[in-house]
Each structure stands twice: as C-alpha cells, then as structure tokens.
C-alpha cells in the first residue's frame, strides 16, 4: 500500500513563497508519475504539477512560471516550490502519485495567502 503524506503548507503574504513536500512510503522511481494537485471547497480538484518517472513536467498555465516541481529520489520525496503566491493559490494541495494504474492521494495540506 502506497502511502503518501504532505507537509509544508501554511500561512503566507501574497508574493511569499512556499515549499511543499510529499513523502512516499516506497521509492518514488517505482511511480509512473508524481504530481500536485489542489482543490478548493465545492469545486473539482486540478493538477497543478505533474512529474513523470522520466523528469518530464507539466504544469497548468495558471501557475507555470511560478511552481516547480522536482523530486528527491534517495528521500523518495515530491516537492513543490511555489513562488509569488497569490490569493487565489489558497486552497488544500494534496499529492498524487500513480502506480501500475492505481492512483494514490495523500490527506492534503492548507496553503492561506493573506493579501
């Protein structure tokens, strides 16, 4: 059973910036593919990063330019760095990763953008 579990998030003043980090329970080079997501109250949940096994990335245009997302496979960690944050970043990220067809989630982090 994979396990993923986020950390980083918090309170920040628009324009700070943020690193988030997903920790997996085995190692990250077994995924197809790691990604970001975020999803606010009521609405669906988006990809905001997305890495491949092969360090190919994708991100959406709404954050591209200012999100990085990269990996640390001896810590089998995701990061996200997230910078020049803006109000509407707000919102829970959660982390995902996919394995042989199977999609894991972790429990999410709050990221507040105060302006």
């Known amino acids: 059973q994979v396990q993923l579990v986020e950390s980083g998030g918090g309170l920040v003043q628009a324009g700070w910036s943020l690193r988030l980090s997903c920790a997996a329970s085995?190692?990250?080079?077994?995924?197809?593919?790691m990604g970001w997501y975020r999803q606010a109250p009521g609405k669906q949940r988006d990809m905001v990063a997305r890495?491949?096994?092969?360090?190919?990335?994708m991100y959406p245009d709404s954050v591209r330019g200012r999100f990085t997302i990269s990996r640390d496979n001896a810590k089998n960690t995701v990061y996200l760095q997230m910078n020049s944050l803006k109000a509407e970043d707000a919102t829970v990220y959660y982390c995902?990763?996919?394995?042989?067809?199977?999609?894991?989630w972790g429990r999410g982090t709050q990221v507040t953008v105060s302006s």
């Open positions: 995902n990763a996919l394995l042989s067809g199977t999609y894991y």
């Open positions: 085995g190692s990250i080079l077994s995924f197809d593919r």
């Open positions: 890495i491949t096994s092969g360090g190919r990335t």
